[in-house]
């Protein structure tokens, strides 16, 4: 094989440009992947506006996730082999032609599930179950409260909720097309947040165990009243702004856990922690077609600047992917 390859470039607010550049050599756990498609994700815009650098050691490519074909496998490799279709998690890299994938990172595509749809489900499995289920601990008959329920993330919440056992599901977005998606999704409870005060409508669902919010701002005060006693709320994200003033009273008052986490910078056993809970836990249900990935659109490589405009207005429902192939 060539020593080099072909990457997505970003230098600030100029357009995203393909180069050439180093083709990257597995570690001993890693392995390496021809990309076929790719998952768009917040982070990548934020890692482009100059706020969320790789990690140390992590390659500063844009992408967090990849679905293709591994070509090449480190020497300490025991799960995987050449010619592996597979999908998985990576801390950077994922807008080029090869990327490196810890070998805990990755799941297995069935033949039935092409590419696209594979870059469409590990960053947002591995967030949801890191966060919902093991975080805040949720149990089946609880009520999860879902912020942002039309976003790649959300739209997997749900799923892997119900799937769980978990509902009352209620989600909040921010048109009724939006709200009509995550119901047929499976959420009981939708809330249009520009028509309706998800404070109110909470209570008089008696609030909530579970909420999962990457909005922040004004909403991290709206989550403690909304929150149930001894509820959790868990923040992956803060849009709105992440400086907040807060009344901290009702979180002692409701035993409220108020808890953050993010993926992208926990260590490799960590997530390969994570991943081996999925393949228990939901991976059959993503095989028996139960848990399915959503996606909004797809893009060509090439056209990775479209893509990131699309993503930047926020009127998709599920995830925007850059492709390769026609699958």
Not at 317 to 327: H, R
Request: charged share 20%; hydrophobic share 45%.
């Amino acid at each position: 094989m060539a020593d080099t390859m072909w990457a997505i470039h970003h230098d600030g607010d100029a357009p995203l440009t393909t180069i050439e550049a180093p083709k990257p050599s597995c570690g001993a756990e890693e392995v390496l992947v021809r990309v076929y498609a790719a998952g768009l994700n917040r982070a990548d815009l934020v890692q482009r506006a100059g706020f969320y650098p790789a990690p140390p050691g992590a390659s500063k490519i844009l992408g967090l996730e990849c679905a293709g074909e591994v070509v090449a496998c480190g020497d300490a490799v025991s799960e995987w082999a050449v010619g592996d279709r597979v999908c998985g998690l990576m801390a950077g890299g994922g807008y080029a032609e090869y990327a490196l994938v810890h070998q805990g990172s990755m799941f297995a595509l069935p033949s039935s599930m092409s590419f696209n749809e594979g870059a469409a489900l590990p960053e947002v499995m591995m967030t949801v179950w890191a966060n919902i289920f093991d975080r805040c601990g949720i149990q089946p008959g609880e009520t999860l409260l879902i912020h942002g329920g039309t976003s790649g993330i959300g739209t997997m919440a749900i799923q892997m909720a119900r799937y769980a056992g978990v509902g009352p599901v209620i989600i909040t977005a921010g048109t009724d097309e939006k709200c009509r998606a995550a119901q047929a999704m499976g959420a009981d409870i939708t809330i249009n947040y520009r028509s309706e005060n998800f404070e109110t409508v909470l209570a008089d669902h008696g609030g909530a165990d579970v909420i999962l919010d990457m909005v922040g701002g004004d909403y991290v005060q709206k989550n403690i009243s909304a929150a149930k006693i001894n509820g959790r709320i868990c923040n992956i994200a803060y849009m709105q702004g992440a400086k907040v003033e807060l009344n901290l009273l009702p979180i002692m008052l409701k035993r409220l856990i108020l808890t953050g986490t993010t993926l992208r910078a926990r260590p490799d056993n960590e997530k390969q922690r994570i991943r081996d809970a999925i393949l228990k836990g939901f991976w059959p249900g993503v095989l028996a077609g139960d848990i399915r990935p959503v996606i909004d659109s797809v893009y060509a490589f090439d056209d990775a600047e479209t893509a990131h405009a699309k993503f930047s207005a926020g009127g998709h429902i599920g995830k925007i992917l850059l492709s390769l192939t026609t699958s």
